[in-house]
């Protein structure tokens, strides 16, 4: 009896030795992820999935903040018609942010004027990796395919795709993301539109450049979460990974969840730049959408999504009807016959959308 009680008591001890370290362990709770900032330098294909809330998506997936540099119609070399920086140039502009990035997403190659776009391409990657040396980095291909840019937009995917393991990013491929898996991004089908589209004029010929915005957000998701090892393909993407239809987290508890939507031309764009969304999503907690086109008025279009204000209302009807919250900074650009006139023609629009909505301009 007397020998029995030693050993029950030291198989207890060691028992205690062993369980409750464990135990300990598994009360600790997990390490939070750490937030990941993005940056995307483009141009007017990055505007499009700007426009369709690539930027609040990235932030509320990754955690970090996000930037997206667009000039329409730039290159890496030269300058487009909106913030007129080439890329080269808007690296330096953003060199702060671009050093806190641990993902960074290419969207160039449309705008042919480059001499050598390869040695282009080298010199944006050793500019960009001087300054974050440990990102993940993306390259979007071409997706268009309008007839009398084909030669050039293949040579151009082929340098994207023959380069990426020299230069060290990985190839998202837009073109894939809208025709198919079994579409060849380096032999472009000229002419060709987007699925269920009739027709689209293109650039001095048939075809199409912008759209589809949403394929190609969804393959930017496959991307980060590393699932793009095979051909893209929309259908085979978990619902987890669909970047577009997932909802932005409200950053405050008691938010109250609203929906707001801007309209305007560039004084829009400039708060837009200034991170509008995400400081409304922290503060309202629901999603918000920017619709911004420089030079617009209401009736007339502008010069970056060629839309005029009432055109937009039109587009983006689905997100109108769900907003509380709808502002309007328009009247800069004085192109309407009776400014008095467009104006009540866009409330009633706005209105017979967004009946209960509250309004500002």
């Known amino acids: 009896m007397t020998l029995i009680r030693p050993l029950v008591l030291l198989t207890l001890l060691l028992w205690a030795a062993m369980e409750l370290p464990r135990a300990a362990r598994a009360a600790t709770p997990s390490a939070a992820p750490v937030p990941v900032g993005a940056y995307v330098l483009g141009d007017s294909i990055a505007n499009g999935l700007q426009l369709a809330g690539l930027e609040a998506q990235l932030q509320e997936r990754l955690g970090g903040p996000v930037r997206i540099s667009v000039d329409g119609g730039r290159s890496i070399s030269a300058p487009g018609n909106q913030i ?28 042919p004027s480059e001499k050598s776009f390869s040695d282009s391409q080298q010199q944006l990657m050793s500019k960009l990796k001087a300054i974050a040396p440990k990102a993940r980095y993306f390259w979007v291909d071409i ?27 990985q190839v998202i491929s837009r073109y894939r993301a809208i025709f198919g898996p079994a579409a060849n991004p380096l032999d472009i089908t000229p002419g060709q539109n987007f699925p269920g589209w009739a027709s689209e004029p293109g ?34 993407i978990p619902p987890r990974l669909n970047l577009a239809e997932r909802p932005i987290r409200a950053t405050c508890d008691k938010a109250p969840g609203w929906p707001t939507y801007f309209l305007g ?71 309407e016959s009776s400014f008095t006139d467009s104006q009540r023609l866009l409330m009633q629009k706005l209105k017979a959308l967004a009946p209960q909505a509250r309004y500002y301009w």
């Open 84 to 111: 007129k920086k080439s890329a080269l140039e808007s690296v330096d502009v953003d060199r702060d942010h671009i050093a806190k990035s641990g993902v960074i997403i290419i969207v160039l190659g449309m705008n």
């Open 143 to 169: 997706g268009a395919t309008v007839s009398t840019h084909i030669d050039i937009w293949n040579a151009r995917n082929k340098a994207i795709y023959d380069n990426a393991d020299k230069l060290g990013y």
């Open 203 to 236: 650039l001095g010929g048939p075809g199409n450049i912008h759209g589809y915005d949403s394929a190609l957000l969804k393959a930017i998701a496959a991307a980060l979460d590393g699932s793009t090892s095979e051909p893209f393909s929309p259908d085979k």
């Open 265 to 335: 031309d560039s004084i829009i764009y400039g708060l837009h730049r200034d991170r509008l969304a995400l400081k409304l999503t922290a503060m309202l907690g629901g999603p918000v959408r920017i619709s911004y086109d420089s030079g617009r008025s209401i009736t007339t279009p502008g010069n970056q999504i060629k839309k005029s204000a009432l055109e937009s209302v039109d587009l983006d009807q689905a997100f109108i009807a769900t907003a509380k919250v709808i502002v309007i900074s328009l009247g800069t650009n004085q192109l």
